[in-house]
Structures are given as structure tokens and as C-alpha cells.
């Protein structure tokens, strides 16, 4: 179904014409607002008004995630902080927290948008949505939960841990959407398991899932344990929350981005000129309609591109290829470039592996070493112990044929590896201890 329907199939021309009304409004407003805007415009040497058609797109400032920080708390608000009625933060794990404020537009707007998302999946206000996302400063719960309302759905609002007592709700319920990390979804899905419940016997039929990075490898093997159509949902805090853009069910190739809202744009991270279209870069947005803390050019460090062809869905807007990684995942083993969702395509298409893996980097001299932890399921733990040291080897090999690094592999039992209530922790570097 399509939430919206007339915007939402918008003809690619009139859709760019409404982006670019929008876009000049927004500078505006911008300059007009925000003394960190108006440097950077200045310093570009442009001014809203210079402005005249989409491609001038590429001569406005960029916004990294450490200019929310250095503006912290309020110094990017575009309004009076009277108007700001909502919000959110990152966690600030690394630094300084990066906060971002709504007014009440912005709140309706979003809860618009995961409607649509929901919708996009499968979704109808018939549906039971379990919403396992974190509630609180963190973008994911309240998303969900305000999409999920909109759409007329009945909605629960778990949050995030109590894995036991999802899976008691989940069944008893009757929920038909799930909503969490895809990690956490095979996490609540073992932990049932243990508890007697099966997946493949509830309603369950739907998982909307994101705020990580996951593969396609991934997506089958969650899709086939658990007898659903998993979604990949896709947004950042900076520009607004989940609901940027996600996956409709009928393609399940790369997630249509909100782009009346959002006006989405490819570069190369090092040069950080637009790359051709349909090439591989980091995705920069700009918001369209923020009004209580809009941004101009962020750059959002996720690597993907960007295929206009039209969908079989109907929709016209475009999709983003599934996240690659985020350039900050970015590991370099030895000068070479590796993404931890590659290794992860690697290790799921090796029969006896289960998705729960981590990355441990090491400095061993002045050389980093990798090793790749992964967990096998209790067949394979069974099996002799050559038989799985075999296995590494084999694993070993792949890798560095694949990608050109060489990494130790470590097979390790079930449940070895620590499980991860919200994002899973993919990467253990431990070259600065
Ligand atoms: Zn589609």
C-alpha cells in the first residue's frame, strides 16, 4: 500500500521542481537564522538567492557531525526555542552528545513519514507493531512508536531490553510487525526459542529493521529462521530519526529515500565532489522541511548509491542501495579497506555460521592484525575438532581472496559472543590499549 499515494509517485520533474521551491526556502531560512549558516555561507562566497536550480546544490557548505557538537545544545535551533517542543540526542559514546530539536510540524512530518514507511512494508492499521527500539533520547523508539500511530496500527511500546518478557508479549499479543536492530531480532528470536516459542507459529509476518548496518546474507537467513518479510529501514538522528527512507516489499531492493523531504545527494568522501550518477560515495542529505534545527549538506558517512530506475512498487522516488558500511566503520587492515558487513556476507554464505560475529583488531608491532570471531550452531560444535579447524582455514582463504586482507578466524561456540540489547558491537579495536 502507498501511504501517499500523489507524493509518493510524484513524476520525477515535478518532484525536483517541489525540491527546489524547498530548498530555496530553506537557505533562506537558514541564513536568515543560524549564525553557524551564515559563516559557512559566506565563507563559500554564496548566498541563498544564488540558488537557481538543483545542481547549484553543490556549491553550498557541508555539515559534519562535529558541527552539532561544537554548536552544543541549541546553537543550530533555525527557531525560538519556545517553538521547539521535542528533543533527541545521541548517545555521545565518542565526545560530546549531538542534539537535535522538533517543533510540532517536524513531529507530524516524521510521524508521517514512518506511516509511510510502515505502509511501504506491508503494513496497515489492522497490523499489532512491536516497537523494541530504545525509547528515549535515542531516535528509534519514539520514531516507530509516532509512525506506527499514525498509520492506525495498534502499537506497543516495549523499548528496548527484558528479552524474555518481548518474546512472552510478542506471542501473546499476537504482534504481526516487529521493529528493532536486526542483530537484536535474532537475540529475541533465540531467547523464545529457549522459552518454547517459535517464530514461524505467530502471527508474526513483517520485521522492520535498521539503525545498523546488515546484509542481504543476513536479511535470508532472519527471514527464513523466522518465517517473515524482513524490511531495511533507514534514518539518522541528524536529519531526523528512522523513516528517511526504507525498502517497499515488493522490491526489497535499496530503500526509497523521503525525498520530498529529503534531498539526497552522492559524493566522494575524499574529494567531496558529486560523483556520477549511480556511482558508490557517502550519502549527503539536506532537509527540505526541518524547521526547528534544519541541515544543509550532511554529511551522513554511509556508503551506498543511489539507482533511479523506476520500481516495481510504483513509487517514483529514489533508492539507496543497501548501506555498505559507514566510512567511521571503515577498518584499514594494512592499507586495505575493509567493511564489516563484507566479512559478514563472507561468513553467512559458510554453512554451520550463525550472524553473531565480531571483529577484533589488534597492533601487533606497527602491523594490525585482524581476527574474525564468528559463532557456529550447535551442529557444527559437535563436529571434530580438524573439521572445524578446516573450516577456519577455509574461511581464511575466502576472506583473503574476497578482500584482499589477511585475517585469523576463530570459530567459537554458540552464544560465546555477548549479545547487544539496541546496535550490535561489530568491531572490538583494541590498537590504543
Ligand atoms: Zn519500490
Not at 318 to 342: C, E, K, T, W, Y
Not at 351 to 357: A, F, K, Q, R, S
Not at 360 to 365: A, K, L, N, T, Y
Not at 393 to 414: D, R
Amino acid at each position: 500500500m502507498i501511504f501517499d499515494m500523489d507524493i509518493e509517485t510524484l513524476p520525477r520533474e515535478e518532484l525536483e521542481a517541489l525540491q527546489l521551491k524547498r530548498l530555496q526556502t530553506q537557505c533562506e531560512r537558514v541564513y536568515a537564522n543560524v549564525a553557524f549558516y551564515r559563516r559557512a555561507f559566506d565563507e563559500a562566497g554564496i548566498k541563498p538567492a544564488d540558488i537557481k536550480s538543483l545542481a547549484d546544490l553543490r556549491y553550498l557548505p557541508f555539515t559534519e557531525k562535529q558541527d552539532l557538537r561544537n554548536h552544543y545544545p541549541f546553537g543550530l535551533f533555525a527557531v525560538p526555542k519556545d517553538n521547539v517542543v521535542r528533543v533527541h540526542a545521541s548517545s555521545g559514546t565518542t565526545g560530546r552528545a549531538t542534539v537535535v530539536g522538533y517543533t510540532q510540524r517536524d513531529i507530524n512530518i516524521w510521524g508521517r513519514l514512518v506511516a509511510r514507511c510502515f505502509a511501504a512494508a506491508g503494513a496497515t492499521r489492522r497490523d499489532i507493531i512491536h516497537v523494541a527500539y530504545g525509547y528515549g533520547l535515542f531516535t528509534g523508539g519514539l520514531g516507530a512508536h509516532y509512525g506506527a500511530e499514525e498509520l492506525g496500527a495498534i502499537t506497543v511500546p516495549v523499548s528496548g531490553g527484558g528479552t524474555r518478557r518481548q518474546a512472552m508479549l510478542l506471542k501473546d499479543f499476537g504482534a504481526t510487525v516487529l521493529c528493532c536492530t536486526p542483530s537484536y531480532s535474532l537475540v529475541l528470536y533465540e531467547t523464545a526459542l529457549e522459552a518454547g516459542i517459535d517464530f514461524k507459529e505467530l502471527p508474526l509476518r513483517v520485521g522492520v529493521f535498521g539503525a545498523e548496518p546488515w546484509t542481504d546474507e543476513m536479511r535470508r537467513d532472519i527471514e527464513t529462521k523466522m518465517g517473515i518479510k524482513a524490511i531495511d529501514i533507514y534514518g539518522l538522528s541528524e536529519v531526523m530519526g528512522p523513516g528517511v527512507g526504507i525498502e517497499c516489499a515488493e522490491a526489497q531492493a535499496g530503500a526509497h529515500l523521503m525525498e520530498d523531504h529529503f534531498l539526497c545527494e552522492v559524493i566522494d568522501p575524499v574529494t567531496k565532489e558529486p560523483v556520477a550518477p549511480g556511482e558508490a560515495g557517502e550519502l549527503v542529505i539536506t532537509t527540505l522541511t526541518k524547521e526547528a534545527q534544519p541541515v544543509i549538506r550532511y554529511r551522513t558517512r554511509d556508503i551506498t548509491r543511489l539507482v533511479y530506475t523506476p520500481c516495481k512498487c510504483g513509487r517514483t522516488f529514489a533508492r539507496m542501495q543497501r548501506v555498505h558500511g559507514r566510512s567511521d566503520d571503515m577498518l584499514i587492515i594494512r592499507g586495505v579497506n575493509v567493511f564489516p558487513s563484507q566479512i559478514e556476507s563472507i561468513l553467512l554464505e559458510t554453512e554451520g555460521l550463525t550472524p553473531h560475529y565480531q571483529l577484533v583488531v589488534r597492533r601487533d608491532g606497527n602491523l594490525d592484525t585482524l581476527t574474525v570471531q564468528v559463532e557456529v550452531d550447535e551442529k557444527l560444535f559437535s563436529d571434530e575438532i580438524k573439521n572445524l579447524q578446516r573450516l577456519e582455514g577455509k574461511i581464511q582463504k575466502n576472506i583473503k581472496e574476497f578482500l584482499g586482507v589477511t585475517a585469523q578466524v576463530k570459530l567459537v561456540e554458540p552464544r560465546a559472543i555477548q549479545r547487544s540489547e539496541g546496535k550490535a558491537k561489530r568491531i572490538l579495536d583494541l590498537r590504543n590499549e
